[in-house]
């Protein structure tokens, strides 16, 4: 018997179904919120797990649709809170190498895709999101707007915004990172 038997063997057919919606609706919100804080994809994961394995555990308890979105949300930034200490006390131990294996990439590309991180950081929390969810993870604006409870027009201002900031964030960090190439065909 594996591990998922007695959890499917406890849970009744509309629970499983509920537990597959939920998940369905709610899997990249968690996991855009955990790689938000924790840049690291594995561990975003490893948010999203722990997160409906919790939510397996609470079962019993019947929430209203708003109440389970407020808590699944509530539950992922307690398990990110719990792994950044985490991260912090083991690195603190001596315990953690900080190089993660990655795609080999070149020196420049490195450089662009740290300011792009570093710009992407650098937004609001409710435009970094949007970012997130849209962009990364690749789910429609229809779907963000029902998991963040904001409305389609707000997800689609909010993106408008966040590539404003992100265009005029890495412009700046282009014409810092080579004055000459922006003053070329200047002769002043």
């Known amino acids: 018997m594996t591990v998922k038997q007695p959890i499917r063997m406890a849970l009744s057919s509309d629970e499983a179904a509920e537990i597959s919606d939920l998940y369905d609706r709610f899997a990249p919100l968690v996991r855009s919120l955990a790689y938000d804080k924790l840049a690291d994809w594995h561990a975003s994961l490893d948010v999203v797990h722990d997160v409906f394995l919790a939510l397996l555990n609470d079962m019993v308890r019947k929430r209203s649709r708003e109440q389970m979105q407020a808590w699944i949300v509530t539950v992922a930034r307690n398990k ?25 990439v070149s020196a420049d590309e490195q450089q662009q895709l740290d300011q792009l991180h570093a710009a992407i950081a650098a937004l609001p929390e409710n435009e970094r999101l949007m970012v997130w969810l849209f962009y990364l993870d690749g789910v429609p604006a229809s779907r963000i707007a029902e998991m963040t409870g904001v409305s389609l027009r707000t997800v689609y201002a909010r993106l408008a915004q966040a590539r404003r900031s992100l265009r005029g964030e890495l412009s700046e960090t282009r014409k810092e990172a080579h004055p000459c190439r922006m003053n070329a065909g200047n002769p002043n």
């Open 80 to 104: 990110i809170v719990d792994r950044v200490r985490s991260a912090q006390r083991r690195r603190e131990r001596g315990q953690i190498d900080d190089q993660t294996p990655g795609i080999p």
